[in-house]
Nanobody
Framework: QVQLVESGGGLVQPGGSLKLSCAAS????????MGWYRQAPGKQRELVAD???????NYVDFVKGRFTISRENGKNMVYLQMSSLKPEDTAVYYC?????????WGQGTQVTVSS
């Protein structure tokens, strides 16, 4: 079992920045993917970005050039640096870990972009 804990959400003005963090409860070894998803009210959860154990990153089009996913293996951490935030980025952001066919999820952190 792995527990994931997100932090770093909050209220930010349009055009501002936030950095989300996700801490895994234990060292993750082998082949895995860690990702950030988000879910806005009334909408389905959607992928934002993910990163493999080999460091290969993937971004959905609506965040390319604005968000950066990164990891810190020795600390079992994954980050999402978000810049140029827009009101439509408002959502609960979830950290996800996929090992084989098993998915682990964090509890989510709220990001609100509003003036």
């Amino acid at each position: 079992q792995v527990q994931l804990v997100e932090s770093g959400g909050g209220l930010v003005q349009p055009g501002g920045s936030l950095k989300l963090s996700c801490a895994a409860s234990r060292n993750i070894i082998g082949i895995y993917i860690m990702g950030w998803y988000r879910q806005a009210p009334g909408k389905q959860r959607e992928l934002v970005a993910d990163i493999t154990n080999g460091g290969i990153t993937n971004y959905v089009d609506f965040v390319k050039g604005r968000f950066t996913i990164s990891r810190e293996n020795g600390k079992n951490m994954v980050y999402l640096q978000m810049s140029s935030l827009k009101p439509e980025d408002t959502a609960v952001y979830y950290c996800q870990l996929r090992i084989g066919k098993t998915d682990y999820w964090g509890q989510g952190t709220q990001v609100t972009v509003s003036s």
